[in-house]
C-alpha cells in the first residue's frame, strides 16, 4: 500500500479545484447490514495509514466529467448535462447489488460490488449523456469493476497485513440499494496530519440528484 493520489487528466489533482463526477452514494441508514459491514471494515482498517470513508463520502464513482474543471462549466452547461442524464436514465430502476468482499489494494481498501452487469449499464448511459453534451474528450478512464472504496492511503503499509484483517470480518457481503445517482462538485485537498505527514481528504458539493424510477424491477443480487 501506498499514499493516495487523486488523479485528473493523467496529471495531479488541481490545486483546490472541483470537478465533476457522478457518484452511486449508499444510504447507510437504510441499508444497515451495509452499515455494519463498513463499520466492521473500518474497524479493521484502525490500524493501518488510511483516511476512511464514512456516511457522506463512501460512494461507487460512475463517471467523472475530465475535460475541465467544474468552475469553468457554465450553469447552461450544467443544466444541459442533468437534463441529459435525466434522458439517459429514465427508463433505469433502482439497482440492487452485493458489496463485498472487502479488498485491500495499492490505493486502500474497497468493496466488491457485484453482479456487474446492471452497474455497468448505469455507468455506459451516464457516459452517453456525457458524450452528448460535452463530446468524447470529457470521457478519459476505461471505468473499471465497480466497487465503494472504503478508504484512501495517506503512507505506505503492507496491503497483506490488511487484506489478512478484512478476511476476518464474516459475514462479508451485504445488500445495497442505489435508487438515484448525484451529480456532484468533488473536491480532494491535502491536509496536515498530526504525525507531520499529509492525507487527501475527500468532501463534495451536491449539484443535482437524478432518480432512477424506471418501471423496470430492481435488480437483486442471489446471496452465496
Known sequence: MEKFTPKFQGGPWPAVGRVLHVYAVPDLHTDQQLARLVDECHDAMRPFPITL??????????EMVADTTSDKITTKERDEL????????????PLEVMAGSPVANRAGAF????????????RERVR???REVRGPGALL????????SLGYAWDEASSDALQ??????????????????QLLNVLFQEQPRPDGATAWELSWEPVATIELAGASAPQTAAAG
Open 111 to 122: 468493496l466488491d460490488l457485484s453482479p456487474d452487469d446492471a452497474l455497468v449499464e448505469l
Open 53 to 62: 470513508m464514512h456516511d457522506g463520502t463512501l460512494h461507487c464513482t460512475v
Open 128 to 130: 452517453d449523456a456525457i
Open 82 to 93: 442533468v437534463a441529459a442524464l435525466r434522458a439517459h436514465l429514465s427508463g433505469t430502476g
Open 164 to 181: 489478512t484483517a478484512l478476511r476476518r470480518i464474516s459475514p462479508s457481503h451485504a445488500p445495497v440499494r442505489f435508487g438515484a445517482v
Open 141 to 148: 478512464h476505461n471505468g473499471g469493476r465497480p466497487h465503494m
